[in-house]
Nanobody, 127 residues
């Protein structure tokens, strides 16, 4: 059974940093992609960042480019999201997701294309 477990969320002041971790178990995702999505109250789930381990490509939504960095540790089957210069609008529940197909640059940004999801971790940025 595949499990994704996120950690690292919390409360931080604007301008601060957090690092989220997502540990995967049950299978190896080294040939596929993993992503981070977020959902704020009353809003739809949105793409944040993704990594395609087979090609080493990374993808970001425009509003986090230059502030967030996604990386992966293949040996640990873990993906990270380093978040710097956090803003109040980054406040949301952050979800880790994994996919089975080796998605391309468009599909990897679409939450509906992912097969496995973590339980989510709350990130709150105070102003």
């Amino acid at each position: 059974q595949v499990q994704l477990v996120e950690s690292g969320g919390g409360l931080v002041q604007a301008g601060g940093s957090l690092r989220l971790s997502c540990a995967a178990s049950g299978r190896t995702f080294s040939n596929y992609g993993m992503g981070w999505f977020r959902q704020a109250p009353g809003k739809e789930r949105e793409f944040v960042a993704a990594i395609s381990w087979s090609g080493g490509s990374t993808y970001y939504r425009d509003s986090v480019k230059g502030r967030f960095t996604i990386s992966g540790d293949n040996a640990k089957n873990t993906v990270y999201l380093q978040m710097n210069s956090l803003k109040p609008e980054d406040t949301a529940v952050y979800y880790c997701a994994a996919e089975n197909y080796g998605l391309g640059p468009v599909g990897i940004t679409q939450w509906a294309e992912y097969d496995y999801w973590g339980q989510g971790t709350q990130v709150t940025v105070s102003s």
